[in-house]
């Protein structure tokens, strides 16, 4: 109680970063609830849908890291207000793709509802032909990496067909190599592997 009280962000705002912080830690129900309703209204006074004035670049600090904090918690209900921020195309609320790359240290599958918008997304973002040609953009391009990293520690078969099928036609793109990169270390540590036989480091590039 003591906690969603002074997590307002009417209230001190150093007071409120520090409580919201800690509602990530509790792993409530009431506790995410309250964190996307606090996600929510940092979001509406970056868009500038706030009667309250607020000091601007210290709310993107704290949205951005009340989501860091959110996207490094196993908990569905966490991840759900990560990827519902992460999947806003706006500019006022920052990279929000980019900070859906966190959530590749997890294992998705047993959300197949949060994977499938993630899989949708990429879907959506992939180039289309124009007159038998593929539009280059460079920041689809972007946005399409990190959604690729998003999903790169989910091993669903889904997962494997989607990154497949853009290896399969994009393999000169980024995101056609960062597809490539994830599927040949799904199931392997991201930082250091065995080689099989010799027991030697090797680096997967």
Known sequence: DLLIRVSDLTGSIPVA??????LVQ?????????????????????????LIQFDLKEIRWLLSNAIKLLSQSDSSEARSIVISH???????????????????????????????????AIQQELPR??????????????????????VSGSYAPEVHTVLGDIVQRFP???????????????GQSPERQMAPETGEETVTL
């Open 172 to 186: 000169d793109q980024p995101f056609g190599k960062a597809a490539d990169r994830a599927l040949s270390t799904m």
């Open 86 to 120: 992460g999947l806003k195309d706006k500019p006022e609320l920052g990279d929000t793709y980019a900070r859906l790359v966190p959530l590749g240290d997890h294992d998705l599958s047993d959300t197949p509802d949060q994977l499938n918008r993630l899989l949708d």
């Open 17 to 22: 970063r520090e409580a919201i912080a800690s």
């Open 129 to 150: 032909k124009f007159l038998g040609v593929s539009v280059k953009n460079p920041r689809k391009s972007q946005i399409l990496e990190y959604l690729i990293s998003s």
């Open 26 to 50: 509790l792993e409530n129900p009431r506790a995410y609830t309250t964190l996307a309703a606090r996600i929510s209204e940092l979001e509406n006074i970056l868009v500038g849908d706030s």
